[in-house]
């Protein structure tokens, strides 16, 4: 495909999966919390989230300016779609993914279909790949079936989280909080939390580590429903700069995704392992 969709599909997964954050929480009126204790509270959910929807914008390190849409099903089964433009790159810069049974979707549309024999989507069957050796070229796919819910807990470990003030996004009432926070202070704060917790937090960790970044300052809009409505990342990568803005649409609502159709498709592993018999 080109290769340059297939390289700004993976990067940006990469980044639009690890970034997304959302909770469910309580819509029970309470007492009004400290910053830290809101921030906690919204972070203590993301496991209660069935499915989603989502706009990304900003800018990631290699690939410049980024605008993604996408919706996502994480039970009971997990499902991807997200049609992303890298707005840096020119024609090849702009990709769909897709993740359907445990298999990866990229499509470049007609520009694809052009290089590849008239199939404009390959697949990445990430079991298979993995059983060919192909899958520490896919360090992004790794992260295409992960809980995209879980950095929104970053700002928990932070030591300086504040209230902003009152903003609306989307015509919903929020509150914006902000805070710095360190991978070393989020490793720390992790160790209050149960041994699952821990375990699916410190994965989040790993991305951010790859990418040179030791330092966070985040923002996260809450609503008065207590459910994260848009959230934001901001570090400094061995690459460049890391800025990427999340807004929430569509929270447990019915998600439908399918596979392309299979003529318009080009079996990465299928080609793997027919080059290995060769």
């Not at 890298?86 to 090849?92: H, R, Y």
């Not at 207590?226 to 934001?232: A, D, H, P, V, Y």
Request: proline share 3%; aromatic share 4%.
């Amino acid at each position: 495909m080109g290769a340059s969709s297939v390289r700004v599909g993976l990067a940006v997964l990469l980044i639009g999966t690890g970034a997304v954050a959302c909770s469910k929480g309580d819509t029970e009126e309470s007492p009004k919390m400290t910053p830290a204790a809101a921030v906690a509270k919204a972070a203590k959910n993301v496991e209660d989230i069935t499915s989603l929807s989502y706009r990304m914008t900003g800018k990631t390190p290699e690939e410049g300016r980024v605008e993604a849409d996408a919706k996502m099903r994480l039970k009971p089964d997990v499902a991807m779609s997200m049609k992303i433009t890298a707005l840096d790159q020119g024609a090849d810069g702009t990709a769909e993914i897709r993740l359907v049974d445990k298999a990866m979707f990229i499509g470049g549309g007609a520009a694809a279909a052009k290089e590849m024999d008239g199939k404009s989507w390959i697949k990445f069957d990430l079991g298979a790949l993995g059983e060919a050796g192909g899958g520490e070229s896919l360090g992004a796919a790794g992260q295409a079936d992960k809980n995209p819910a879980q950095e929104s807990t970053f700002l928990t470990g932070s030591k300086d989280v504040k209230e902003v003030g009152t903003e609306t996004v989307d015509g919903v009432k929020t509150t914006h909080y902000q805070g710095t926070v360190s991978l070393d202070e989020f490793r720390e704060s992790l160790k209050a939390e149960d041994k699952a917790t821990r375990e699916q937090r410190e994965k989040s960790l790993e991305q951010y580590e790859k990418l040179g970044i030791e330092k966070f300052t985040m923002d996260m809009w809450i609503g008065e429903d207590e459910l994260t409505k848009q959230f934001r990342m901001r570090g400094q990568a061995d690459k460049g700069p890391l800025d990427m803005t999340i807004t929430f649409d569509d929270l447990n609502k019915s998600v439908t995704i399918a596979a392309p159709p299979a003529e318009d498709v080009m079996d990465l592993a299928a080609m793997m392992k027919d080059a290995q018999a060769g």
